[in-house]
């Protein structure tokens, strides 16, 4: 056997506690880095973004649900110890949080549900008393933030019984606790109520077979069932509910996004902030130029009142038009060749473009000539048919030579070789893509310029790979946390009543 792991502090191991410290800060007084196209938002059970008590409060409740997110996902994994050892750096950050914010939600009273849970995995009855202790805390926590009987938790989720897998876990391990202190009556007890809550978990066949008809998920459709009592009618709203909900916040992240590219053109502040785009929107509003608004917040360290006195300062409004523009020459300056190299390719392939495209003409110059006159025109077959790929006219392709033949390397429809036909673009659209990387290039340089500026507090080292992994595993689904699969607590609770019942026997 294995040796158990500590009911304290975890050992060492810095990184997903520095990643997510790190992500929290950044993500919550606006430094983003550049490549961070996502943002961190707190919502509640409804997916409605929510303040949540001063910015420290945001900052380490952030960084509390990254870790214990990836706690369960190394759970998941059935990497418990590693688990316990996040689930313990996330506790840490919970205990910075105002007790009084984060009594009214069950975040908490989870985590040390998934601390116990971790112990009984790992058979680690060194814990035991302290186990008892985090159960006590988990049970008054569900009370207080779910309501007596989970009565507040049915009326949010409009009656579901979302939670039944979470009280399934919970009254095995009292049982299983109690169990081991002797408790046997109180034992029994709890697993027998777990039990019973684990039999309403069973979802039948038939009803998973039906909402699969429908065309939803076995997995979606499974969880739904189990949330709803196996109420069709009630699993396919909530289904839908959830896909509305999973649009909505495609499409704010799309607009994130979108804003998140904005700023980054502005560049960052003297702090590696970026420019508040609140603020922005303010002074565009009153009529200020957007460029120049965002560079007026950007070296006032996003201060809105320093940004607007400058503005209106005609001297100073002068001064900075000038920075802007010498700015903007410097990049014109520095970028001439990248730009140079851009237009000879853009100019080279719509030159070859525009000879794929071209009309057909004689080798003299004139058109071909009209087939109407019913006499067989070069190109055409002896029989009076058309040659295969010309139109009723007997014209060839567009491109093909007077013989009707394609240039080299076309088929004998006229068409470029298959995978260019999508990249085929006219003298015009070549114009635009070309002025389009001129702007992005000058765009590029001026970003680069003020970012200069922000030289005397650099960006600390950071750990983006485990930085990446916090992110990707925030799954933005309410419903996650009560998705348990309980096929192993439901063969704990068969072990453990069996051994009360060998108990009472002997």
């Known amino acids: 056997m294995s040796p158990p792991p500590r009911c304290g502090r975890p050992g060492s191991r810095p990184t ?3 990643a997510a410290k790190a992500m929290s800060q950044r993500h919550t007084d606006g430094s983003f880095l550049e490549g961070e196209d996502y943002n961190l938002d707190l919502e509640d059970q409804s997916g409605q973004k929510v303040m949540f008590g001063s910015v420290d409060d945001m900052k380490a409740l952030k960084m ?19 688990a316990l050892d996040v689930l313990i750096m996330a506790e840490e950050a919970f205990s910075l949080c105002d007790s009084k914010l984060i009594e009214k939600v069950d975040n908490v009273p989870m985590l040390q549900l998934d601390i116990v849970w971790c112990y009984f995995v790992l058979r680690d009855v060194s814990c035991l008393e302290v186990a008892g202790t985090r159960l006590e805390k988990a049970r008054v926590g569900f009370e207080r933030s779910h309501g007596k009987d989970s009565s507040r938790f049915r009326v949010l989720q409009a009656g579901r019984q979302a939670d039944l897998a979470i009280y399934v876990r919970l009254e095995l391990l009292e049982g299983v606790v109690a169990y081991h202190n002797g408790q046997t009556e109180k034992a029994s007890g709890y697993l027998t109520s777990a039990q019973a809550k684990y039999l309403q978990l069973q979802v039948p066949d038939e009803a998973i077979s039906m909402l699969m008809d429908m065309g939803y998920e076995a997995r979606s459709a499974k969880r739904a069932l189990k949330m709803t009592g196996y109420d069709i009618q009630s699993s396919v709203d909530l289904l839908c509910e959830e896909r509305e909900k999973k649009i909505r916040r495609q499409e704010e992240d799309r607009e994130r996004q979108r804003e998140i590219l904005e700023q980054m053109r502005y560049g960052k502040t003297p702090m590696n902030k970026a420019v508040d785009l609140q603020k922005l929107k303010g002074l565009t509003n009153i009529g200020f130029e957007k460029y ?3 560079e007026a917040l950007r070296i006032n360290e996003n201060d809105a009142d320093k940004a607007l006195d400058l503005l209106t300062n005609p001297e100073e409004n002068c001064i900075l038009q000038n920075k802007i523009q010498a700015k903007r020459s410097r990049a014109t300056r520095g970028s001439s060749s990248s730009r140079a190299a851009a237009a000879r390719t ?3 392939t719509n030159n070859r473009q525009a000879f794929v495209r071209a009309p057909p003409h004689a080798v003299d110059g004139n058109a071909p000539p009209d087939a109407a006159n019913g006499n067989l025109q070069e190109g055409n077959h002896a029989d009076g048919n058309l040659p295969e790929g010309n139109d009723v006219d007997g014209n060839p392709p567009e491109g093909n030579d007077v013989d009707g033949n394609p240039p080299e390397g076309n088929d004998v429809d006229g068409n470029p070789p298959e995978g260019n036909g999508a990249q085929l673009l006219d003298s015009q659209e070549a114009m635009i893509n070309e002025e389009s990387v001129n702007q992005d290039v000058v765009m590029t340089d001026e970003v680069a310029v003020n970012d200069e500026e922000t030289n005397s507090h650099p960006v600390p080292a950071r750990d983006v790979s485990m930085e990446s992994e916090l992110a ?15 096929s192993d607590e439901g063969q704990a609770i068969a072990e453990y009543l069996s051994l009360l019942e060998s108990a009472a026997s002997s």
């Open 16 to 18: 997903p506690r520095d």
């Open 472 to 486: 990707h595993e925030l799954t933005g689904d309410a419903l996650d946390d009560y998705d348990i699969e309980v």
């Open 346 to 348: 853009a100019r080279g």
């Open 292 to 294: 120049l608004a965002a």
């Open 64 to 82: 509390a649900l990254m870790l214990h997110q990836k706690a369960k996902t190394q759970m998941k994994r059935k990497r418990y110890k590693e």
